[in-house]
């Protein structure tokens, strides 16, 4: 009984008070709070770069936290994701994306998010963050080709998703989003030989 007084009376502090995640936090069930507990303290043991110890996590002044709402959560569902824990990693990434934050940030979790779904082989979840990220690239572009020294590089979603389409039969919208790709700079190797097998599956005239 103690214990949960203490517990209730607590000085809230730490990362999730800097990052104003506390609500957020105290939303979740204990098994969450677990998971979301347990891949932090992972994260603080195996990373040595990681600037924070698991104290830091509810405890003490943080002035500056180097991390968004987002990023933070990504880092913790990444060290799920590199423990294995793919349904974890998959919650967590999806709770980042509910939370406020840039469209360059929806993009790298969307990114993450794909390449969870390609290790469980999940077609459907691979197609809605495809979609997604492909749907928010206008708002994110500028960004990406700042911090890639004013190129855009190689993006999954979108060379998945010219996979997909391939895959159900939609030569025609593939080929689109292969010419878009050309179109906005999109580094893509593999332009001209995607481009030569999907035109050489459109029906003849």
């Excluded at 979740?28 to 979301?36: E, G, H, N, P």
């Excluded at 994701?81 to 793919?86: I, M, P, V, Y």
């Excluded at 939370?99 to 969307?110: D, M, Q, S, V, Y």
């Excluded at 080929?175 to 893509?188: A, D, N, Q």
Aim: aromatic share 12%; glycine share 6%.
């Amino acid at each position: 009984m103690i214990g949960k007084v203490f517990q209730i009376f607590r000085e809230r502090g730490g990362l999730l008070k800097a990052l104003g995640l506390w609500d957020w936090f105290e939303s979740l069930d204990a098994r969450q709070q677990k998971a979301i507990k347990k891949y932090y303290s992972i994260k603080v043991i195996k990373n040595l770069n990681f600037p924070f110890k698991a104290k830091h996590f509810d405890s003490g002044e943080i002035e500056n936290p180097l991390y968004t709402k987002r990023t933070f959560l990504g880092t913790i569902a990444q060290t799920a994701l590199l423990e294995g824990d793919l349904d974890t990693a998959q919650w967590i990434y999806e709770e980042a994306l509910k939370l406020e934050g840039t469209p360059f940030e929806a993009h790298l979790i969307l990114n993450d998010l794909l390449l969870l779904a390609q290790k469980k082989k999940d077609f459907q979840k691979m197609k809605e963050y495809c979609e997604k990220d492909i749907e928010l690239f206008p708002q994110y572009k500028e960004e990406l080709r700042e911090r890639n020294g004013g190129t855009l590089p190689q993006i999954n979603t979108f060379e998945v998703y010219v996979y997909l389409l391939e895959r159900e039969g939609k030569i025609r919208e593939a080929l689109e989003l292969v010419e878009f790709m050309k179109r906005e700079g999109i580094t893509y190797p593999y332009y001209e030989e995607v481009k030569q097998r999907l035109l050489s599956k459109l029906p003849k005239s």
